[in-house]
């Protein structure tokens, strides 16, 4: 191990360290360490290093905010952070470039500042750019993935563009090629005058639209207002734990149905406020939280027969690289 980290320190525009706590790094506060923290400052960086890892074929986790992110208590091994890749150019015509580490609320504030709306649902949702792509976030019938042109994929072969189409997105989801991470996004921007996307007779938000800085400000005071009394977003969590089995039938429904709201495992508690949600109350271990998550899926199971599917990502402890 220590050959490696010599190795891959040498390798430029990076910085590598051992060790790092994962859970200040994630909004539920929970999990071990990362064995080896890379955060490369630019995309030519990530190239080499995700070069690097693949010649020595080793494996790497990509770290956003860790807003969707459960890390086991005993750690995993390598993970990239991109927090530092966070710019935002608009191109002349018909899109805007932003790179995968720039956090939602940020690019939010640039939507208000230069007059753009579409995305105003979205606020409150505490991801980075490039995690929002690979869980498709998305509130209130709009999802991210809609707006997307095209995703920048960065692999150990170098960088290319990939044009998003009807496949590339699902509920909670995005299609990212093995192997590769989103390290940008271009979003469309409709032109003035430009004809909508009509899908089933609806107008399909599928481009962000120019328009009152100030409007797209209420749009989002209105959105936080709704948000601010269904979600307890004062405490530690990771959001929704899991996905709506239907789109009529949700998942929180369903665990408080079974009278779960506010059954504690220790430090960890299914939300009084939302039932969907697991919150941290301070001193909460990943395993704690998971193993409220196993005892929800049994008694939903149990109560009403649904198979409740995590939408929450899950680290497992990686024991190789804890023992080099
Ligand atoms: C209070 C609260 C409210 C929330 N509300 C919502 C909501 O309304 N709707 C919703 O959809 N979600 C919601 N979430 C969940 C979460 O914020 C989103 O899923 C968010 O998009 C995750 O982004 P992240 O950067 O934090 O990803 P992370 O948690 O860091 O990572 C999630 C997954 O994405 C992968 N990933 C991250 N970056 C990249 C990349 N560049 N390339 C490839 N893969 C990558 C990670 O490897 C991991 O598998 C909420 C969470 C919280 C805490």
């Not at 860790?66 to 710019?87: A, F, P, R, T, W």
């Not at 990771?238 to 429904?253: M, T, V």
């Amino acid at each position: 191990m220590q050959q490696f980290f010599k190795d891959i320190s040498q390798i430029k525009g990076i910085t590598c360290r051992e060790n790092v706590p994962l859970a200040p790094l994630t909004t539920m506060k929970v999990g071990g360490k990362a064995r080896c923290f890379i955060t490369p400052s630019t995309i030519g960086a990530l190239e080499r290093v995700l070069r690097f890892l693949h010649r020595h074929q080793i494996s790497f986790k990509v770290l956003g905010n860790g807003s969707n992110l459960i890390v086991e208590d005993e750690g995993v091994g390598v993970v990239l952070s991109l927090s530092l890749l966070k710019g935002i150019y608009r191109s002349k015509c018909d899109s805007v470039y932003v790179e995968a580490g720039c956090s939602l609320p940020g690019f939010l504030k640039w939507c208000i500042k230069n007059g753009y709306t579409g995305l105003e649902s979205l606020v409150g949702i505490p991801g980075s750019l490039g995690g929002a792509i690979s869980m498709n976030a998305g509130a209130n019938d709009v999802s991210i993935g809609n707006f997307v042109k095209e995703l920048c994929i960065t692999t150990a072969d170098g960088s290319y563009w990939l044009k998003a189409d009807e496949n590339t997105f699902h509920y909670r989801a995005g299609s990212i090629p093995p192997g590769g991470l989103v390290s940008a996004v271009r979003f469309r921007i409709r032109k003035e005058g430009e004809a909508q996307c009509v899908q089933k007779g609806i107008v399909a938000a599928d481009a962000l639209v120019p328009s009152h800085g100030s409007l797209v400000r209420d749009n989002i005071r209105q959105a936080m207002k709704k948000r601010l009394s269904t979600q307890p977003l004062g405490q530690a969590s990771a959001g929704c734990i899991f996905k709506n089995p239907l789109p009529e039938c949700s998942a929180w429904s369903l665990i408080a149905s079974c009278g779960l709201q506010g059954f504690r495992m220790r430090d960890a508690q299914v939300s009084p406020k939302h039932a969907n949600f697991i919150v941290n109350l301070g001193q909460a271990s990943s395993h704690d939280v998971l193993s409220l998550i196993g005892l929800i899926k049994k008694r939903v199971w149990e109560n009403t027969g649904v198979v409740l599917k995590e939408e929450v990502v899950v680290w497992r402890h990686e024991e190789e690289f804890w023992q080099k």
